[in-house]
């Protein structure tokens, strides 16, 4: 999973925005952040939003990567009971549901020993 370091201040984050949220810089460069995370904790939702194709319950998780970067997301574990926080993941490349009709793509997380 790719993150952004703030070339001014070194802040490190996985969504690239315009500007750099503690020092507002703007020039960023791209690093991995890691294939292993760890999950800090997660919910299952039973009711997803109108609109979004997904059988419930939708397990979302928040990690964080062993540079402390923290990012949430889909779990995509077929047994919730295997879920235990400090369980370690690894983020994926797939498919996460349909929003009308279509469908959209994003990093989920997978037990790590399961990839």
């Known amino acids: 999973m790719t993150g952004y370091k703030c070339k ?10 315009a500007r750099c949220l503690n020092c507002k810089g703007t020039e960023f460069e791209e690093i991995k952040l890691g294939d292993e995370c760890e999950l800090l904790t997660y919910t299952q939702v039973y ?3 109108a609109g979004v194709d997904v059988d419930p319950p939708l397990m979302i998780g928040l990690v964080k990567f062993p540079n402390e970067v923290k990012a949430m997301g889909q779990l995509e574990i077929a ?9 370690k993941l690894k983020p994926v490349w797939g498919e996460l549901r349909k929003m ?8 989920k997380f997978k037990l790590a020993e399961e990839t």
Request: proline content about 10%; charged content about 25%.
């Open 8 to 17: 001014n201040c070194g802040r490190i984050g996985h969504i690239h925005g």
């Open 79 to 87: 047994n919730p009971e295997d879920l235990q926080i400090g369980r």
């Open 100 to 107: 009308r009709g279509k469908k959209v793509y994003g990093f």
């Open 47 to 49: 009711n997803p939003p």
